[in-house]
């Protein structure tokens, strides 16, 4: 069964460096989601694309996030400067319809 | 936006027993509500969802209930076994292609 893959599974970083993110959608999702958990708490989202076109980015802190699926495929989620608060699990998901099927995620740690 | 509330936090039943989980969602558009299982460490799961022209529906031991009136939907577990614990996490969302809002979890721990 098709998968939504992600790396790291985990990353350490120190504060004002930058981090990167990487996702590979199910094979043939148009529609692909990074989400954000806190701990103890459900997912939020931060960006969702369309193919390659971004569809929601409302709730991207863009001064220091950015995101980006060029071929309308894999796509990758940035930081940079990294902050304590950013430290979270980062969720990717991709859909065709209304499942969404969600990758292991990324636990980062900002120390 | 849409705002989900999810209750109780956490939950704790004996083995055999059953949970119920309830959450209420302030979009009256909303019209697709899935839950997911999620173990420690793990990606959440889609374990049943329910389409706004639905009112109940039930998959072995797992059911979900809507009612559009009142804005709420219920998950229900019959005859829980441990493996069942973990936190499940309810949504809504508008419908195909829109992102999820998710309540904030209900850990769920099934004692033998």
């Known amino acids: 069964e098709a998968e939504v893959a992600q790396s790291p599974r985990y990353k350490i970083t120190e504060k004002s460096q930058a981090v990167a993110f990487w996702c590979d959608p199910i094979?043939?999702?148009?529609?692909l989601y990074w989400y954000r958990q806190i701990l103890g708490q459900g997912p939020e989202l931060l960006v969702q694309?369309?193919?390659?076109?971004?569809?929601?980015d409302s709730q991207l802190p863009k001064d220091r996030f950015s995101a980006e699926r060029l071929k309308g495929v894999d796509s990758t989620l940035k930081i940079q400067p990294a902050e304590l608060g950013d430290s979270a699990m980062y969720l990717c998901?991709?859909?065709?319809?209304?499942?969404?099927?969600f990758g292991p995620g990324t636990r980062l740690l900002v120390l | 936006g849409e705002n989900v509330e999810q209750h109780p936090s956490t939950l704790s039943v004996q083995e055999g027993d059953s949970a119920v989980i309830k959450c209420t969602y302030s979009?009256?558009?909303?019209?697709?509500f899935p839950w997911y299982k999620q173990e420690l460490g793990k990606r959440p799961q889609l374990i049943i969802d329910?389409?706004?022209?639905?009112g109940e529906k039930k998959d072995q031991r797992i059911a979900v209930t809507l009612n559009k009136t009142a804005k709420h939907f219920s998950l229900h577990i019959t005859e829980t076994q441990p493996e069942d614990s973990a936190v499940y996490f309810c949504?809504?969302?508008?419908?195909?292609?829109?992102?999820?809002?998710f309540g904030k979890g209900t850990s769920l721990l099934v004692t033998p």
């Open positions: 998901a991709s859909s065709l319809g209304e499942t969404q099927y």
């Open positions: 094979s043939g999702h148009a529609t």
């Open positions: 949504a809504a969302s508008l419908s195909s292609g829109y992102a999820l809002n």
């Open positions: 694309f369309q193919d390659e076109s971004v569809v929601d």
């Open positions: 979009d009256s558009a909303s019209n697709y």
């Open positions: 329910i389409r706004s022209n639905v």
